[in-house]
């Protein structure tokens, strides 16, 4: 018989709030867990926090300068807070920054209403300033050109890493990578190969994590923007697993626009492989099946759905 591990709580204060959290977790779980929003960019739950966007830096009684809420464990005792003009002012120049490298475009951009980045513009009310023209404008290399799933956009990476953590943590695949170093930081595949020649699995698992709209199923350009879209939760009918996936259709197209999946639904925690993800097409397809067919003078002709049964039942005896 096997030990069970004591689940050991700890007790914190956040915006004056007392809440508890299970020793392990970071403040940013912690708050998340108890509904207090601390903006962030590169964090995914998924995923190793890696504290490399700061937009989650919180003052935390004891400690010296802002700490990144992603990678801070909660303690019992802490007194932490998440919104102090200081702590608003840094967020604002964060972002600010990533828009001096982000082209704006989000009226014209498939994550029009579910973009991250474009929420925390919103909230911390960016002027035109930094909403205005791109002040880096060397160009970027494009990995997934002539990739048939995956369109990528370098004017609207903010090099978070979540695609290539992803890539690496979860699918193993190890086919995204950094090159360079600070302002030139660029994502690409190992030695700059196209994507196609690199060890990627077509799973889309980046597409799932950015928070950007950097990174989209290319067949789903321009077939409508997020807020036109309605989600229907059913499960991927390619294996056993019984992944839950969430059609996301364009009522006025009546067509499936894209396949996604939402972190945490069980038994999949939003990952998907290439048939979940890209292999519902079928289903809008012109060719596709709308009848059963039966073999009759060495021909397929169209029967309705009581001759087929019936046949079939009949050579089942």
């Known amino acids: 018989?096997?030990?069970?591990?004591?689940?050991?709580?700890?007790?914190?204060?956040?915006?004056?709030?007392?809440?508890?959290?299970?020793?392990?977790?970071?403040?940013?779980?912690?708050?998340?867990?108890?509904?207090?929003?601390?903006?962030?960019?590169?964090?995914?739950?998924?995923?190793?926090?890696?504290?490399?966007?700061?937009?989650?830096?919180?003052?935390?009684?004891?400690?010296?300068?802002?700490?990144?809420?992603?990678?801070?464990?909660?303690?019992?005792?802490?007194?932490?807070?998440?919104n102090t003009d200081e702590i608003r002012e840094i967020r604002k120049t964060i972002l600010e920054l990533l828009f001096n490298e982000h082209k704006a475009r989000c009226t014209v951009c498939d994550e029009n209403g579910k973009c991250n980045l474009q929420s925390y513009a919103y909230e911390y009310q960016l002027g035109e300033e930094a909403l205005g023209p791109v002040l880096y404008t060397e160009p970027v290399g494009n990995y997934t050109t002539g990739n048939l799933a995956l369109e990528y956009d370098p004017n609207k990476c903010i090099r978070c890493g979540r695609c290539v953590r992803i890539c690496d943590e979860v699918q193993m695949a190890h086919a995204l990578t950094f090159k360079n170093r600070a302002a030139e930081t660029e994502v690409t595949t190992a030695f700059d190969v196209p994507l196609n020649e690199s060890t990627c699995v077509l799973c889309g698992q980046c597409i799932s994590t950015c928070p950007t709209g950097a990174l989209y199923d290319r067949s789903a350009i321009g077939q409508g923007q997020a807020t036109d879209l309605v989600k229907t939760r059913t499960t991927c009918i390619y294996c056993g697993v019984g992944c839950q996936i969430d059609l996301n259709v364009n009522p006025k197209k009546n067509r499936i626009v894209r396949v996604t999946s939402e972190i945490g639904c069980i038994p999949n925690d939003g990952n998907l492989c290439v048939k979940g993800r890209f292999g519902m097409d079928f289903v809008g397809h012109p060719e596709r099946l709308t009848t059963p067919l039966i073999k009759r003078n060495g021909k397929l002709e169209e029967a309705s759905w009581d001759e087929a049964i019936k046949l079939i039942a009949a050579k089942l005896k």
Do not use: H, W
């Open 1 to 82: 018989m096997t030990d069970k591990k004591e689940l050991v709580e700890v007790k914190l204060t956040i915006d004056g709030k007392q809440i508890t959290a299970r020793q392990g977790q970071t403040v940013l779980q912690a708050a998340q867990a108890n509904g207090i929003d601390i903006p962030n960019l590169c964090y995914d739950p998924r995923l190793a926090p890696s504290g490399s966007c700061r937009l989650c830096l919180v003052e935390i009684e004891g400690q010296r300068g802002l700490q990144p809420s992603c990678v801070f464990e909660a303690r019992d005792g802490l007194v932490v807070k998440t």
